[in-house]
């Protein structure tokens, strides 16, 4: 954990140690609120979250009277957190709740991180006790179900999958089947995310999902989104919240990119908090997101 703050820290530090600074200039002149605004907003925080946070540092500024480092950062902390959101259930539903095996779909545009976060979640499950069933239901790229089941294999996980270009939901089915068999605790469900037209995604991820829940109840529907992508990621997830319920939301790639703020953006965008974030490529690179966490990691 101490590894994974350190790695977040560095990487996303200029945001609200950029706030901070700002923050702490003797006069807090017009131009220096422009540029916390543009700070935030080059960090991906969205337009009208940066206004209201704006607006809040501004009056709470001005009450405070006397600015140490210490208030400031207290301050800027508090609103972070409140952006970020605190009250929000990230846990990852990986308990059913009945006898058959919690089911959770991974869904998100090819090269977003997809099977990797498929890996890294199955690691994280076993490593608890928990035995997990794989599906590799992107049978779009040619690569991702040998990638999966290698995650599998090294993990101690069982992929199900079936021929290249197969149909994903009768993979889904069987991966659910096979769950149930096993007595498996959770399967994880691979998908494909191809954005080529939208009735194709929804056709296709309908109907794994329809599929599924002819075995019982779908559990949680994560969308992975690439936190490098900015803007684009945001239009994703509008898309494939209107192809299907998305429950949380996985940001990968947070060590590459100093955009944190996306975090806000996408939250507000689908309603849905982000539940796990992507920290690098290795195995233990998946983190839960915890909002003071990731707020201290952005002050630095
Ligand atoms: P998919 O097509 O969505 O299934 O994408 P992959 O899982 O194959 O990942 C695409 C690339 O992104 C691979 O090279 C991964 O190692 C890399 N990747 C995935 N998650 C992360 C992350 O959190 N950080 C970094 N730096 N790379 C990641």
Same mark, same amino acid.
């Given at each position: 954990?101490?590894?994974l703050?350190?790695?977040?820290?560095?990487?996303? !530090?200029?945001?609200?140690?950029g706030?901070l600074?700002? &923050?702490?200039r003797?006069h &807090? $002149?017009?131009?220096?609120?422009?540029?916390?605004e543009?700070? &935030?907003?080059?960090?991906?925080?969205g337009v009208?979250?940066?206004?209201e946070?704006?607006?809040?540092?501004r009056e709470r500024v001005k009450?405070l009277?006397t600015?140490?480092?210490?208030d400031?950062r207290?301050?800027?902390?508090?609103?972070?957190l409140?952006?970020?959101?605190?009250?929000?259930d990230?846990a990852v539903k990986?308990?059913?709740?009945? $006898?058959? @095996?919690?089911?959770?779909?991974v869904?998100g545009? !090819?090269?977003t991180?997809k099977?990797t976060?498929?890996?890294?979640?199955a690691?994280?499950?076993?490593?608890?006790?928990?035995s997990v069933?794989?599906g590799a239901a992107?049978?779009?790229?040619?690569a991702a179900?040998?990638?999966?089941?290698?995650?599998?294999?090294?993990?101690?996980?069982?992929?199900v999958?079936? @021929?290249?270009?197969?149909?994903?939901a009768s993979?889904?089915y069987d991966?659910v089947?096979?769950g149930?068999a096993?007595?498996?605790d959770v399967v994880l469900i691979?998908?494909?995310?191809?954005?080529?037209?939208?009735t194709?995604?929804?056709?296709?991820?309908?109907k794994?999902?329809?599929?599924?829940e002819?075995h019982?109840?779908?559990?949680? /529907?994560l969308?992975?989104?690439?936190?490098?992508t900015?803007? !684009?990621?945001?239009t994703?997830?509008?898309v494939?919240?209107?192809?299907?319920d /998305?429950t949380?939301?996985?940001?990968?790639?947070l $060590?590459?990119t100093?955009?944190?703020?996306?975090?806000?953006?996408?939250?507000?965008?689908?309603g849905?908090?982000v539940?796990?974030?992507?920290?690098?490529?290795?195995?233990?690179d998946?983190?839960?997101?915890?909002?003071?966490?990731f707020?201290?990691?952005?002050i630095?």
């Amino acid at each position: 954990l101490v590894r994974l703050r350190a790695r977040l820290a560095r990487s996303q !530090n200029t945001l609200g140690k950029g706030l901070l600074t700002l &923050l702490s200039r003797e006069h &807090l $002149d017009e131009d220096t609120w422009e540029e916390i605004e543009e700070t &935030l907003l080059i960090a991906d925080v969205g337009v009208v979250p940066t206004q209201e946070l704006v607006e809040r540092l501004r009056e709470r500024v001005k009450v405070l009277g006397t600015r140490t480092p210490a208030d400031l950062r207290a301050l800027l902390k508090e609103e972070l957190l409140t952006l970020v959101g605190t009250d929000f259930d990230r846990a990852v539903k990986t308990e059913s709740g009945v $006898d058959t @095996p919690a089911v959770v779909m991974v869904v998100g545009v !090819n090269g977003t991180g997809k099977t990797t976060t498929t890996g890294k979640l199955a690691r994280v499950l076993v490593a608890d006790g928990r035995s997990v069933v794989l599906g590799a239901a992107d049978t779009f790229r040619a690569a991702a179900a040998d990638q999966l089941q290698t995650w599998g294999e090294r993990v101690g996980a069982r992929t199900v999958r079936g @021929p290249e270009g197969g149909d994903p939901a009768s993979i889904a089915y069987d991966a659910v089947k096979e769950g149930i068999a096993e007595g498996a605790d959770v399967v994880l469900i691979d998908t494909a995310g191809r954005l080529h037209t939208k009735t194709g995604l929804m056709d296709e991820l309908g109907k794994v999902k329809r599929v599924v829940e002819k075995h019982g109840p779908l559990d949680e /529907i994560l969308l992975v989104l690439d936190a490098t992508t900015g803007q !684009n990621g945001l239009t994703q997830a509008r898309v494939f919240a209107e192809v299907v319920d /998305i429950t949380g939301i996985v940001l990968t790639k947070l $060590d590459g990119t100093a955009k944190g703020g996306i975090v806000v953006a996408v939250q507000r965008e689908l309603g849905v908090p982000v539940k796990l974030i992507g920290l690098g490529e290795g195995p233990d690179d998946l983190a839960p997101f915890e909002p003071e966490a990731f707020v201290d990691a952005l002050i630095g």
